[in-house]
């Protein structure tokens, strides 16, 4: 599957409450990384824990319109490309 280059791959995040953003500041001194470095590790870590749940609701809604798991994640893809 060939996927588009998205038009932000820099996503940006909500505001955070004042004391987690403060824990997660002493968190990335304490692991000596930027809190940029923090957030990125912080997702790719949510979608390997929760990528199989995604993909099962992907699948079943993909099944609905009768269409291939594959296509429905290209579908989503192209609605965010689109922009």
């Given amino acids: 599957m ?3 280059k998205p038009k932000n791959p ?10 987690d953003y403060w824990r997660l500041v ?11 470095a923090m957030l990125q590790t ?5 979608l390997e824990r929760n990528w ?3 993909e099962t ?12 798991p594959e296509e429905m994640f290209l579908r989503y893809v192209n609605e965010d490309v689109d922009k």
Avoid: D, F, M, W
Avoid at 10 to 19: C, S
Avoid at 26 to 35: D, E, T, Y
Avoid at 58 to 68: F, M, R, S, Y
């Fill in 10 to 19: 820099r996503p940006q995040v909500g505001e955070l409450g004042l004391y």
């Fill in 57 to 68: 609701r992907l699948t079943l809604e993909a099944n609905e319109k009768g269409i291939a």
């Fill in 26 to 36: 002493v968190a990335s001194k304490l692991v000596k990384k930027s809190v940029a």
């Fill in 52 to 54: 199989e749940k995604h």
């Fill in 2 to 4: 060939e996927l588009p």
């Fill in 42 to 46: 912080a997702v790719i870590t949510y």
